[in-house]
């Protein structure tokens, strides 16, 4: 399993249009990079390697047609990175997202909770 | 990018403890179980072989403790599937979070969808 299994909640991969999506992995890579201004922190913040968080940058910028993320030097250079408003937005929306399914599962969570609770003693 | 990724909305998985999830797929073949009474027509709607359905409502049975399938002859046989009151319960309780999130996002969803589509243009 995932290590996204490990936390109990619930993940929620929204997808925007056809082969345009945005998960937990996509969402934490943008926050790295506003939190840390930088590609490589971000992706070690998540035990990602530099090429793999690159990678996942890129996907989203070509995904969602205007980047997301803009790298201060440009290309593969080790240098700053930064969110755009289209980021900004992206991120501020699946967060949002995020806390509101929470809310909305509660009930059913704790009836699921309690069913597997029963059963292991 | 996956099947799932064409249908637009939110994909849910829920992580009920630690290494214990049931998302889309597991889902979906719960359903397909309910409304089929076999795990390979089940398995057949949503194009995966005998063997991959079977492997799936074997993982689940194993992670929920409690059987969510029962066989009518067990084991690997070709015969009938049902699914037991705790099958039932999982199903309804994931059916009910994945509509309230649909409702919880929609908001949300419009803002991402209207970025995309003037972007687009």
Redesign the interface.
């Known amino acids: 399993?995932k290590a996204?299994?490990?936390?109990?909640?619930?993940?929620?991969?929204?997808?925007?249009?056809?082969?345009?999506?945005i998960?937990p992995g996509k969402a934490d890579i943008l926050e790295g990079i506003k939190e840390t201004g930088s590609i490589t922190a971000a992706g070690r913040r998540m035990g990602m390697s530099y090429k793999r968080a690159w990678l996942l940058v890129e996907t989203m910028n070509r995904c969602?047609?205007?980047p997301l993320v803009e790298t201060s030097r440009g290309g593969r250079a080790h240098g700053g990175a930064t969110l755009t408003p289209?980021g900004e937005?992206?991120l501020d929306?699946?967060r949002?997202?995020e806390s509101?399914?929470q809310?909305?599962?509660e009930k059913?969570?704790a009836?699921?909770?309690a069913?597997?609770r029963d059963?292991?003693n």
Chains 1, 2 share one sequence.
């Not at 996204?4 to 999506?21: S, Y």
Request: aromatic share 4%; charged share 25%.
């Open positions: 399993m996204g299994n490990k936390q109990i909640g619930a993940r929620l991969r929204i997808v925007v249009e056809p082969d345009l999506a998960g969602f047609r205007t289209t937005l992206v929306c699946y949002r997202m509101r399914t809310r909305a599962i059913d969570m009836k699921l909770r069913v597997v059963l292991a």
